[in-house]
């Protein structure tokens, strides 16, 4: 039965429906949320882009997207229910006045959803089309995808323009990260187990590592990538939300404003990173030729239509730091790159180890216990503690060793399916629910914190370092870690377990 009670009917229009991000993530999500009957029957999915297609034309341009993407055979049923919501606009986004014409495939009664799955550019005259047509009113909800601005400045003026428009109680900045399971799953770990809501600070915890790292290069995407950077394309958003989600306090409920004003209490509290410790808080790298997985791959230099001169950094490492009670004298180790051995999001917090050792006899130095939780692949939360080794001994010493409390997601749901993040997310508009989103104070206040690093860098002059593709980046990361006495969590990065 579809949730009547729990998503509304709505007009969901996805301007830019035949770019790459409607056809690989969007569209597919949405034909999921149908499969799972939590897409109201009454509601209209309107694809919106600049060139001429019949309505048949269109249906038959999702349905292979679907197929392509989803990975799976498309049950018929679904397919039915699903492509006779489909409708299509052609449409110029930039012109104000084409948008007369879309007034007549949208109905008034239904809460209208606008997905901008475009170039930021073009907010501001999809809202501008929107307001002309008299198609606005406080029930309706944007969607923007990131990057919402290159910097703080340029990020402003995006946000005035959507601002002029629309309240931030209508505005959905969308971070996909947001939408996965193992990230929403922070919450419930911290929140809702005693073990962890009591020992989840500096007395408990030593250090914490965040690695995000990608096996490709960039696909292509030169002209965007080497504009933007590592820096701007994973850290400004993926990674620090992330680190927030770790570090925030317990919020007083769980509505939307009440999470994302902790959050921003952590990101007000990261320590500045600017020209006075650059070089000790940061290390980046731009990758050079080398192999992936067996398979040879050229450098960053050497993709197609690449400038040889470019100082665009394609891995960054950071040494962050919370200046406030909860976390002060913790670090927070953050690392994300292109063409490393394999792709992996992962999070590894480690505890501080026993103030005595009782065990000096089978184990020298106690190991710390170990939260890891894998965001991708092999989703799911794992705990290394100490324990005995089973049998008899000729001595009264125990033999301990280190095992794994393992809960991985495949494993323990079985062959129950993991929405991707995009479902979750769109049905979190759908329902009208900002919490998984990202408010323009936040967006804000991360672009301050990683200008002054980005700046710190181009004032410097120094070049990124170079590391092969294949590797875990250039030498300088593992040296940021050492120089406390610490490693990066890497030696099965990306495994199963």
Not at 315 to 329: P, Q, S, T
Not at 355 to 365: I, R
Not at 446 to 461: F, P, Q, R, Y
Request: a negative charge.
């Amino acid at each position: 039965m579809v949730l009547e009670n729990t998503v509304e009917p709505c007009d969901f229009v996805i301007f830019g429906t035949k770019g790459d991000l409607a056809r690989r993530k969007l569209l597919p999500s949405l034909y999921q949320l149908e499969k799972a009957n939590l897409v109201h029957s009454d509601t209209k999915i309107i694809g919106v882009a600049r060139h001429e297609h019949s309505d048949e034309e269109y249906v038959a341009m999702v349905r292979e997207n679907i197929e392509k993407f989803s990975g799976e055979t498309l049950c018929e049923d679904t397919w039915s229910r699903f492509s006779a919501k489909l409708d299509y606009v052609c449409l110029d986004m930039q012109d104000a006045k084409s948008y007369d014409s879309f007034k007549s495939h949208v109905n008034a009664a239904r809460t209208m959803v606008c997905y901008l799955a475009t170039p930021p550019s073009i907010y501001g005259d999809i809202c501008k089309g929107l307001n002309e047509a008299g198609i606005i009113d406080p029930s309706m909800r944007v969607v923007l995808e990131k990057p919402i601005g290159h910097d703080l400045a340029t990020s402003k003026v995006i946000n005035n323009q959507v601002a002029e428009y629309f309240n931030e109680n209508q505005i959905y900045r969308i971070d996909h990260y947001l939408g996965k399971e193992t990230v929403l799953n922070l919450i419930a770990l911290r929140f809702a187990n005693s073990i962890f809501a009591t020992n989840w600070d500096h007395n408990c915890i030593d250090h914490v590592q965040i690695s995000v790292a990608e096996s490709v290069g960039i696909e292509g995407r030169w002209g965007y990538f080497d504009e933007a950077g590592q820096m701007r394309d994973m850290v400004q958003n993926h990674l620090l939300q992330i680190l927030t989600l770790i570090a925030m306090e317990p919020p007083t409920t769980l509505d939307a404003d009440s999470i994302r004003d902790e959050k921003l209490k952590v990101l007000k509290a990261l320590r500045p990173i600017n020209s006075g410790n650059i070089s000790e808080k940061t290390v980046r790298g731009q990758y050079t030729g080398g192999f992936v997985k067996g398979k040879e791959v050229p450098g960053y230099l050497d993709e197609p239509d690449a400038n040889q001169k470019s100082e665009t950094e394609t891995f960054v490492a950071l040494k962050v730091e919370v200046d406030n009670w909860r976390w002060a004298g913790v670090p927070f180790y953050l690392r994300t790159g292109k063409r490393m051995p394999t792709k992996v999001s992962e999070i590894a917090i480690y505890f501080k180890p026993q103030p005595h050792n009782l065990f000096k006899d089978s184990f020298a130095k106690l190991p710390p216990n170990k939260l890891t939780i894998r965001l991708q692949p092999d989703e799911g939360v794992e705990i290394t503690v100490m324990n005995k080794v089973p049998g008899l001994t000729g001595s009264s010493s125990m033999n301990l060793q280190k095992s794994k409390l393992n809960l991985s997601f495949s494993e323990t749901f079985g062959d129950e399916r993991i929405a991707d993040a995009y479902e979750k997310l769109l049905l979190e508009v759908m329902i009208g629910n900002q919490a998984l989103f990202v408010r323009r104070d936040e967006i804000e206040q991360a672009w301050t914190w990683v200008d002054s690093i980005i700046g710190a860098w181009e004032s410097s002059n120094e070049p990124p370092e170079p590391y092969q593709a294949g590797t875990w980046g250039p030498v300088a990361s593992i040296a940021l870690m050492a120089r406390d006495g610490r490693a990066w969590y890497e030696s099965k990065l990306g495994s199963k377990r």
